[in-house]
């Protein structure tokens, strides 16, 4: 995508092995790759992830220490196997390790390490850490899910998406990991992007050389993505995060490529960028290495592929599934001239896009994927469903994108652009007996929305969306920036953004909560009376400081708190943030 210089003169300099340049064209800073392996064998930090009642997986890095002058940097391909033990205890001083193992990791896995610790106690508190060479990691803290039999527990995690590392510091990592009271951390989806530090690049440009992508150009093959995994490990904030709370991730499109299909993506050229398939199998491959993530067992649910979508049970009072929309998904509807192959706006209401979006054939997520969801969470007070993408219609009218009043336009990469298959899904929640939440990620923006029986007035709501913001990723706010001369007051851009988001609201009445402002996370808190939602917000811009994502030391405050009450299928303002957890695990 962007003019690079040979990598071979990038290349020269770095005094690697033929083994590390081999099969790639792409410019790489290993030296700033290498910085956190300087910094010791476990320089990438710790993470934990997928807690069940009894089992939770610990993830991290062990870099082999320098023989000569090879840095086993990610991605490098080089270094030695190097034997890694690991320990689980219920203190931080471990005096009482329940759990230790060994496990032999080589660069063939880029040096990771991920156990899978079972035979654990439900609703309890661990802390685990790695041994090699006579260094030992950070200690990192975990839990079990609150999934004890028929006891009922507190249910309450972060939701976060979309961090692109270029778009700012990573505020809401810092504030997710600085709170003692989660379960766990939720990650939607673009947890980075594949964009490199050229045209591609976005974010604010006071941080251009100062918080820049590794490597520098777009990941396209194996190494590229193992670095642009290490660049986010190495981050402090969200290594911090990583290191108080378990994670449940899924990936979204970005991961691999911008808005991606079965067969290929919008950010993808075959002519010059080779396979695409080759490409988002590396890609998945490096997820997989970097990722605390638990593969599925393949064989019970049928699927097509990798299955990546699971489950979690919080006990009797819900449970939560996570679904994977890209891999086998349709490609976009495209009906020139307005040609959306890959995502984007379409006009509704001419027979050729109608037809495309009601065929029943189309899918965002696969029959199989589809057919599992609806047979899960139907047995309990809550079913939670992580999903990457806005499942609510969004009818967006002509004038926000210069076209005439009577337009209105659709985003194709959304439910929307799947409209049978949303129908299908919005016809299953209106059915069951219990109360859906879902739960969404990728439009970079703060939502609490009443999923309507259909597109119109007279709707009546079947369950209900939380929408969290971006961490860094640009939104409405962002957007609005760029239509006005440089130099526009910011107080000026955040009245414009609110005209938008405020229009948009007022065109689907059952978006009863729309923030395009501010970047953060929203604090999910889960009882058996009511599901909410606290949006917790960067400062909105002013002139004084236009765009809070460049200082490092910003914080996330308050901004609004909303809720379902059980039964009620609706969304309601809630009086304030929550306050403490019920009970604490063990
Ligand atoms: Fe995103």
Redesign the pocket.
């Known amino acids: 995508m962007n003019a690079t210089p040979s990598r071979r003169s990038i290349l020269k300099g770095a005094a690697l092995g033929a083994a590390a340049i081999a099969g790639s064209f792409r410019v790489f800073d290993f030296e700033a790759a290498a910085a956190p392996a300087a910094r010791g064998i476990f320089g990438y930090g710790v993470a934990s992830g997928d807690p069940l009642g009894t089992a939770v997986v610990i993830w991290t890095r062990a870099t082999p220490p320098c023989e000569g002058r090879q840095i086993a940097t990610p991605g490098s391909g080089l270094g030695r196997p190097i034997f890694v033990r690991w320990e689980v205890a219920r203190d931080e001083a471990f005096r009482h390790v329940v759990k230790r193992g060994g496990v032999l990791t080589s660069a063939a896995s880029d040096h990771t390490v991920k156990v899978d610790v079972t035979g654990l106690q439900p609703y309890t508190r661990y802390y685990y850490r790695f041994h090699a060479e006579g260094e030992t990691s950070p200690v990192g803290r975990t839990q079990t899910a609150p999934d004890d039999g028929d006891r009922l527990h507190a249910l309450r995690f972060g939701l976060v ?2 961090s692109n590392y270029t778009g700012g510091y990573f505020a809401a990592y810092r504030a997710l990991g600085q709170r003692t009271d989660l379960d766990f951390i939720l990650h939607l989806g ?1 947890y980075f992007y594949e964009y490199g530090n050229g045209a591609d690049r976005s974010g604010p440009p006071e941080l251009i050389g100062i918080r820049d992508h590794n490597p520098a150009t777009e990941t396209l093959d194996l190494t590229a993505y193992r670095l642009r995994h290490a660049l986010h490990k190495a981050d402090p904030d969200l290594a911090l995060a990583h290191r108080q709370h378990p994670f449940i991730t899924i990936f979204d499109d ?1 991961e691999v490529a911008d808005n991606a299909w079965d067969s290929g993506a919008v950010n993808h050229s075959p002519d010059t960028e080779g396979s695409f398939l080759a490409r988002r199998k590396v890609a998945y491959q490096a997820y997989l290495e970097w990722m605390p993530f638990r593969l599925p067992e393949q064989r019970v649910v049928p699927h097509r592929g990798t299955r990546f979508f699971r489950s979690f049970s919080f006990g009797p009072l819900g449970d939560l599934s996570v679904l994977e929309s890209r891999q086998n998904r349709t490609a976009q509807v495209d009906v020139p001239p307005y040609t959306t192959r890959g995502g984007g706006f379409i006009p509704i209401g001419t027979p050729e896009v109608d037809a495309q979006l009601n065929d029943p054939a189309r899918h965002m997520i696969e029959p199989e994927q589809m057919t599992w969801l609806k047979n899960s969470g139907r047995t309990k007070p809550w079913h939670l469903i992580g999903n990457q993408v806005v499942l609510s219609p969004l009818m967006i009218p002509g004038p926000l994108l210069n076209l005439p009043p009577t337009m209105t336009l659709i985003n194709s990469d959304q439910w929307d652009g799947y409209r049978a298959q949303q129908a299908d899904l919005v016809n299953h929640i209106a059915g069951g007996a219990n109360n859906v939440v879902v739960l969404t990620g ?1 439009i ?1 923006s703060s939502w609490a929305v009443e999923i309507p029986s259909k597109a119109g007035a007279d709707y009546t709501p079947v369950g209900v969306e939380f929408v969290c913001p ?1 961490v860094t ?1 640009d939104g409405f706010y962002e957007l609005a920036r760029a239509r006005v001369p440089a130099g526009t007051p910011a107080e000026v851009v955040v009245a414009a953004t609110r005209q938008i988001t405020g229009t948009l609201a007022g065109r689907n009445p059952w978006i009863k909560y729309l923030d395009g402002i501010g970047h953060g996370y929203a604090l999910i808190d889960v009882t058996p009376d009511r599901v909410q939602a606290d949006f917790h917000h960067t400062p909105v811009p002013t002139s004084a400081q236009p765009d809070p994502r460049v200082v490092q030391s910003v914080t996330t405050s308050h901004a609004a708190s909303w809720q379902t009450l059980a039964g009620s299928r609706k969304v309601s303002p809630a009086g304030g943030p929550v306050g403490a957890r019920s009970d604490e695990p063990a």
């Open positions: 998406s979309c673009d970005h990728d970079h971006s990723s």
